[in-house]
């Protein structure tokens, strides 16, 4: 139902770089018209040129959702073209890391529903997590709107308060950064120990998907599943000696420097 009306009434999406395109290539998965996808991109790809998506042309009148998908440092510069679309009857939604919901009101002017969201990068095999919190005037049904729009690319999660946002942002937004730096770094070690760089980087990769999908998969608890691993005595055993004494405190200075820059982002 609410796809419907995105349908018929249409979507603008400011920027489809990495997660713009991301969001489009799983609107049309789940059948969403090209033609009802209005984007507004300086530099569009061979991709975007051929998906039949609107480009850089006249804004329709009153669509569904305008989509802001260009990067914080951006958006003084590019939210100008589409604030006429403020008002209320169309939702406004942000995917950007930091940017508040009330920079969103105080350009798009009162009485805007304003649902500001997280996703992360896993959005372009539809394997993303999105949060997401909307404003005083998004609805429940602007709300089930975006979690319908980001559901497409992902599991979504809804936050109590936009307080949580930077904690968000700093765990699962930035979060595969962390991960594809294990893998690196997995990889690596392998090498030390001799393997060639393509098994290192088979292995490691391939450890790091299989786990992660089994954790996923199973819904086991984490702890569980290490366990799981570790023989007493073992090689593992050996192994999480040393990274248990050094991974927590570095993944808590990891995600508290994350989000830090989130809630400086905010407050630019
Ligand atoms: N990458 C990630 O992991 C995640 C990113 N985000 C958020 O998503 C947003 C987009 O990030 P990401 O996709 O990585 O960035 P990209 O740089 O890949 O995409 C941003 C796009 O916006 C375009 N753009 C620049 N200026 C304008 C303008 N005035 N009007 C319209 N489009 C414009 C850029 O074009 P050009 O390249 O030519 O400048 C680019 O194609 C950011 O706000 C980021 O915080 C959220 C979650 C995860
Ligand atoms: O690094 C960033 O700022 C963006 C937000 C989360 C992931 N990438």
């Known amino acids: 139902m609410a796809m419907d009306d995105v349908a018929a009434r249409g979507l603008v999406l400011l920027g489809c770089g990495k997660m713009g395109s991301a969001l489009l290539r799983g609107w049309l998965a789940r059948g969403l018209p090209p033609s009802a996808v209005h984007v507004i991109e300086p530099n569009p790809s061979d991709w975007l040129r051929s ?11 009153a669509p569904a959702v305008a989509l802001v998908a260009v990067k914080p440092q951006m ?16 939702l406004v939604v942000s995917i950007a890391a930091g940017t508040p919901l009330s920079a969103f009101e105080a350009a798009f002017g009162p009485g805007t529903p304003v649902v500001r969201s997280m996703p992360n990068t896993p959005a372009a095999i539809g394997r993303g997590i999105t949060a997401i919190i909307g404003n005083a ?5 602007h709300i089930a709107l975006a979690e319908s729009l980001l559901s497409a690319v992902g599991e979504v999660v809804r936050l109590d308060a936009e307080a949580q946002m930077d904690a968000v942002t700093a765990v699962s937004g930035s979060g595969p950064a962390y991960v594809f730096h294990l893998i690196e770094t997995l990889a690596a070690a392998g090498e030390a120990e001799g393997l060639s760089p393509d098994l290192a980087l088979q292995l490691a990769r391939a450890t790091v998907a299989g786990a992660g999908a089994l954790a996923q998969e199973t819904g086991t608890d984490p702890a569980q599943l290490r366990r799981d691993v570790t023989s007493p005595g073992g090689t593992t055993q050996a192994g999480l000696e040393v990274l248990m004494a050094e991974l927590p405190p570095l993944i808590r200075r990891t995600v508290r420097a994350a989000a830090a820059r989130s809630e400086e982002l905010g407050r630019a």
């Open 75 to 90: 958006m003084g510069q590019a939210l100008p073209v589409m604030t006429a679309l403020g008002g209320g009857r169309t």
């Open 137 to 141: 005037q998004a609805t429940p049904a």
């Open 51 to 61: 998906t039949g998506a609107a480009l850089n042309g006249p804004m329709p009148d």
